[in-house]
């Protein structure tokens, strides 16, 4: 069975930092793409970031380029997303999925329970 499980959200404030994690099991982590997506209160969710198999190629909504690195250590099965320069749009909960950018919105693919960032002053 697959499971994803994240971590390392909270409360931070604006310009502030925080690194997430998603602890992956299951599959073969290492043979998979992995994708962020984030779900602010009353929206829908929203593509945040997706990183390939041995992470050399990562891609990144355009609101958060050069504020969010994505990375994953296979050794570990764990995949990150370092979020800086926070900002109250930010406000969300994130989760990861299993496989890469295309087809992310598909019901079956795997999704973690999430990790809730809040950025408020």
């Known amino acids: 069975e697959v499971q994803l499980v994240e971590s390392g959200g909270g409360l931070v404030q604006p310009g502030g930092s925080l690194r997430l994690s998603c602890s992956a099991s299951?599959?073969?982590?290492?043979?998979?793409?992995m994708t962020w997506v984030r779900q602010a209160p009353g929206e829908g969710l929203e593509w945040v970031s997706s990183?390939?198999?041995?992470?050399?190629?990562?891609f990144y909504a355009d609101s958060m380029k050069g504020r969010f690195t994505v990375s994953r250590d296979n050794a570990k099965n764990t995949l990150y997303l370092q979020l800086n320069s926070l900002k109250p749009e930010d406000t969300a909960m994130y989760y990861c999925?299993?496989?890469?950018?295309?087809?992310?919105?598909?019901?079956?693919?795997?999704r973690g329970q999430g990790t809730q960032v809040t950025v408020s002053s």
């Open positions: 299951g599959f073969t982590f290492r043979s998979f793409a």
């Open positions: 990183i390939s198999n041995l992470g050399k190629q990562t």
């Open positions: 999925l299993q496989g890469g950018r295309d087809g992310w919105q598909s019901p079956s693919r795997p």
